[in-house]
């Protein structure tokens, strides 16, 4: 199983396939599923790389999640504590998506072994996080019925240690807004005033919102980047977009700030003389875990403990580290306390994940496992050196372990079940319900990614990896390991 657990990271590092683009991924890990006997479910939710894998009947129901996606412009040698990229410019797993999905296979095929052997009654079901960089699916999972029948989501996401938290008040959640702005175009130097600008419609709704940002909740987080800016100088842009990241820590902030963002845009359409148009791209409800869940993962943790490091692990994480001139403490070596939600007032804003959404739908936690280096950037190069290595082959082992006993728990004692859903509707839910963020006739953007790929694909398959000349993807790519300065 160790070997198997390694040859699925490798490969799908290898693959290092955008959000929405994941193709090789998914045909990858849904082959190896079906050869197990899951019977699958391709093109969920109207996303060609989304799938759902079930297997076994009866209650409970236990959904297994985790990402898949990579990062732009993050491709990068593994085992090399320095920037080195297999393709220069091409995308890579700098955020170590490339692990959770083996990770839960590895857990579900062992617990498969034990509910044939026992005749254990239980449904697992296993899905892929599409597009998670973009928060772009997990919404339309909901949407489309995959969480209905569940009795618990357990899901799984790269750290540097291990660890499972509950209640809320981490992070923010956000909707992912594209404005397009249409104009006139022009001669720019023989006609300008004939012309309409879209790109002048885009810079002063960036202008006004860097001017509003002094006035808005010190939690919020909002950002941007022009997808289109026209085409040459010397024509007036009638066409230019600019996309928006709204992140806020609670659903009301979050659908108030995406209104100041509309009001911005349609203010720069009028000053400009243009016309603007709106879609959403992605959301994420903000996160809020399961604490009988979360209890029982974390009793599993103190179990299994954290994976016995080597020499050579260290000198990367350490050579990394100071490559990087962060503190040279290596790998984790002891397990934290379980994390306990806080106060939403004490919240202080920071990241997003589409998780959220399905915690607000199903008693969810997330486990973290030590398959990555302290002290990286995150969404980085540097988050893609440990990510085919023996370091994340150990974590992705130790996490595995953990949510197969998890399984194991939820499926054996269905008090924890009844716990958990308590908790939910008494507690989470009480004063709080779910509220999509998308509208409905919102449609996933699955067109995103496309180019890059496009543009990318064909050198990178020259470094798929193949298990059957090489046992390890550092022993295909010719790294000794580890590579250090």
């Given amino acids: 199983m160790r070997v198997m657990t390694q040859q699925m990271v490798d490969q799908v590092f290898s693959y290092g396939e955008l959000g929405f683009q994941e193709v090789e991924t998914s045909r990858y890990l849904t082959a190896i599923l079906e050869k197990n006997g899951f019977k699958i479910e391709r093109g969920y939710a109207g996303i060609p790389t989304a799938w759902m894998a079930t297997w076994g009947s009866g209650k409970p129901v236990i959904a297994i999640g985790s990402d898949i996606d990579c990062i732009p412009q993050a491709s ?24 959770g999905v083996p990770l839960n296979i590895t857990a579900v095929l062992a617990v498969k072994k034990i509910m044939e052997r026992e005749r254990l009654p239980g449904t697992i079901k296993i899905w892929p996080g599409v597009a998670e960089e973009l928060v772009g699916a997990k919404a339309y999972f909901i949407r489309a019925g995959l969480f209905r029948d569940v009795d618990v989501s357990l899901f799984a996401h790269v750290g540097n240690n291990l660890g499972v938290g509950w209640g809320g008040g981490f992070g923010t959640g956000l909707v992912s807004v594209e404005y397009t702005f249409k104009g006139e175009s022009a001669h720019a130097a023989a006609q300008p005033w004939r012309g309409r600008s879209a790109l002048d419609a885009v810079e002063l709704m960036d202008i006004g919102w860097n001017f509003r940002r002094e006035h808005l909740r010190l939690q919020q987080r909002s950002h941007n980047v022009i997808t289109n800016g026209g085409d040459q100088p010397n024509v007036v842009p009638q066409n230019a977009s600019v996309w928006y990241y709204f992140r806020e820590t609670d659903y009301q902030h979050i659908r108030e700030l995406r209104d100041i963002g509309d009001t911005m845009a349609k203010a720069a359409a009028m000053m400009t003389n243009t016309e603007v148009s709106m879609r959403i791209l992605g959301s994420a409800w903000p996160q809020h875990m399961n604490k009988t869940v979360a209890e029982t993962m974390y009793a599993n943790i103190l179990t299994v403990g954290l994976p016995a490091w080597d020499q050579a692990d260290t000198t990367l994480a350490k050579g990394l580290q100071k490559e990087l001139k962060q503190p040279q403490t290596g790998l984790a070596t002891q397990i934290g306390p379980l994390r306990g939600g806080i106060d939403p007032d004490e919240n202080v804003g920071g990241p997003s994940d589409d998780i959220g959404d399905v915690s607000w739908n199903v008693p969810t936690v997330t486990l973290s496992y030590p398959a990555n280096i302290p002290g990286t950037p995150g969404h980085n190069w540097a988050n893609a050196i440990a990510m085919a290595t023996p370091i994340a082959h150990k974590g992705v082992t130790a996490g595995a372990k953990v949510q197969a006993m998890t399984i194991i728990d939820m499926l054996m004692r269905p008090e924890l079940v009844q716990q958990a859903w308590d908790y939910f509707r008494n507690v989470q839910t009480k004063d709080q319900k779910y509220e999509p963020l998308i509208g409905p006739n919102d449609q996933p953007a699955v067109w995103m990614n496309e180019k890059i790929l496009a543009q990318y694909r064909p050198e990178m398959k020259k470094y798929y990896y193949d298990p059957t000349k090489y046992k390890t993807y550092l022993e295909q790519l010719g790294i000794r390991y580890p590579t250090v300065r």
């Fill in 76 to 99: 990068q040698k593994p085992g090399v504590a320095y920037h080195d990229p297999i393709i220069e410019g091409a995308p890579g797993h700098g955020e170590g998506h490339n692990s």
